[in-house]
């Protein structure tokens, strides 16, 4: 039988790089188990198969493959037996992160060219295959490079370095100091959006997070209220204003998660400048914050003729940047005519599509386009195949959240007793917004109308 140790997830045996074509970079083997033919074995179940067919975590032969792509580099973490998956992942995910930090930006090259760095990091972030320290603030203490000012750690950085890896608030050194406090606070949600084109919302999903930069000194205590309906649920509290209930909520390490699940108090002390609080779901029908219209006012074998309506259907007060409405067009189509009351078309025959392009875009306005293409004597032989392409939507929404979530307080306390300024913004912006330019066959079996 099994031993317990045996059976209990582990950890990462080896972390590899690995070039575009699949060759080593580096590796750093932390446990000397897992054998020399890495690269081939993960060539095979990665880089010989098809985009479509692709996992983030396979097996093969023993061994537990997982792994994540950034720009040109595959960086691998190999385990044996059955390792922790999820903590890998968020693992090599918080290695690309403070490795683009410390290079500034993260390519094969980044890596052949600070491989020392690469090491020293590799070997202060995991233990045995056990993450240890992750905080780039915290990290930067411990390893200097150019970019950093600095060749050699002095005392008084020694000391900070050692007190910030024991202490119990191992994301944050001591002695940040700052001549004017600040927090800034950004409520960034994402809407995927899939709509019929007679109005029938068919998926929605709305993708937040709460993005931080802090400039505190000292060793802050945060409390951030949000307008949450399980809190005020719990406190038997009512409002007049909206609530949200938020799904698949992951935050930061800082936050203390047992006051979280016992009152739904989001207190923390912050992490020196740039960090994401927390990220969260609602899997929500709302109304489609664009609406586009296709007709199709001719279509010969010589010519198609488009006319498109646009509709905002958000509050009068807001508008949305930088507009770009995608929509498809024949493979052979040529000869572009555009007429817009509003923003300018240009046609981009390698998308196989016409953008309409609308600087600022107020809510509850309707534009319209009329576009027209002529086509070669002979035809394409896949020319219809645009009917099956959705129109996509790209858009950012200031000053306004989708979910309608909203910051009630966010209270600042440090033992100085210092005045700190919180500023918080909120950015709505596209996912993956689409709307089908004519009615499918297909039977959905969610269909909300408005």
């Not at 649920?233 to 935050?251: A, W």
């Not at 001719?298 to 509050?315: D, F, M």
């Not at 950015?427 to 330019?437: E, F, P, S, V």
Request: some cysteine; charged content about 25%; overall charge neutral.
């Amino acid at each position: 039988t099994q031993s317990t140790w045996d059976i209990m997830a582990t950890g990462a045996s080896a972390i590899v790089f690995l070039d575009h074509k699949g060759k080593v970079i580096i590796k750093r083997d932390y446990r000397g188990d897992v054998g020399q033919n890495v690269s081939e074995r993960f060539q095979k179940k990665v880089l010989d198969v098809e985009e479509q067919f692709l996992t983030p975590v396979f097996s093969d032969s023993g061994l537990t493959f997982v792994w994540v792509k950034h720009n040109n580099i595959y960086i691998v973490a190999v385990a044996k037996g059955n390792p922790n998956v999820l903590m890998i992942l968020y693992f090599l995910q918080k290695l690309v992160t403070v490795l683009a930090e410390y290079f500034d930006g993260l390519e094969d090259e980044s890596i052949r060219d600070n491989f020392v760095t690469t090491y020293e990091l590799l070997d202060e972030m995991m233990d045995h295959g056990y993450p240890q320290i992750t905080e780039e603030k915290v990290l930067q203490e411990y390893i200097k490079t150019e970019s950093h000012k600095l060749a050699k750690m002095d005392k008084v950085s020694e000391a900070k370095a050692s007190e910030a890896a024991t202490n119990a608030v191992g994301w944050r050194p001591p002695g940040i100091h700052y001549g004017k406090n600040e927090i800034f606070l950004d409520v960034i949600e994402k809407l995927n959006l899939l709509a019929s084109s007679n109005g029938t919302v068919l998926s929605c999903e709305i993708i937040g997070a709460v993005k931080m930069n802090s400039m505190l000194s000292g060793m802050p205590e945060l409390k951030l209220g949000l307008n949450d309906k399980v809190l005020f649920e719990l406190t038997n509290r009512t409002t007049k204003g909206k609530l949200v209930e938020m799904e698949d909520v992951v935050f930061h390490p800082c936050v203390r998660l047992a006051k979280f699940e016992q009152d739904r108090t989001i207190s923390f002390i912050p992490p020196d400048g740039k960090f994401d609080l927390m990220t969260y779901r609602l899997n929500t029908v709302v109304k489609p914050l664009f609406w586009v219209e296709c007709t199709l006012e001719s279509y010969t074998h010589s010519k198609i003729e488009y006319t498109l309506r646009a509709k905002s259907q958000y509050k009068p007060r807001s508008y949305a940047n930088n507009v770009e409405i995608v929509i498809p067009v024949p493979p052979d189509a040529n000869s572009p005519y555009f007429k817009a009351n509003i923003g300018t078309v240009k046609y981009t025959p390698d998308q196989e599509a016409m953008v309409w392009y609308i600087k600022s875009f107020a809510g509850q306005k309707e534009y319209t386009m009329k576009a027209r293409f002529g086509f070669p004597s002979v035809a394409d032989p896949n020319r219809d195949k645009f009917k099956k392409v959705p129109i996509q939507i790209k858009f950012e929404i200031p000053y306004f959240t989708v979910s309608g979530i909203q910051v009630r307080y966010l209270k600042i306390v440090e033992k100085s007793g210092y005045h700190a300024l919180p500023w918080v913004r909120y950015i709505t912006q596209n996912g993956l917004y689409q709307i089908r330019m004519f009615q499918s066959r297909s039977n959905f079996t969610h269909h909300i109308h408005y």
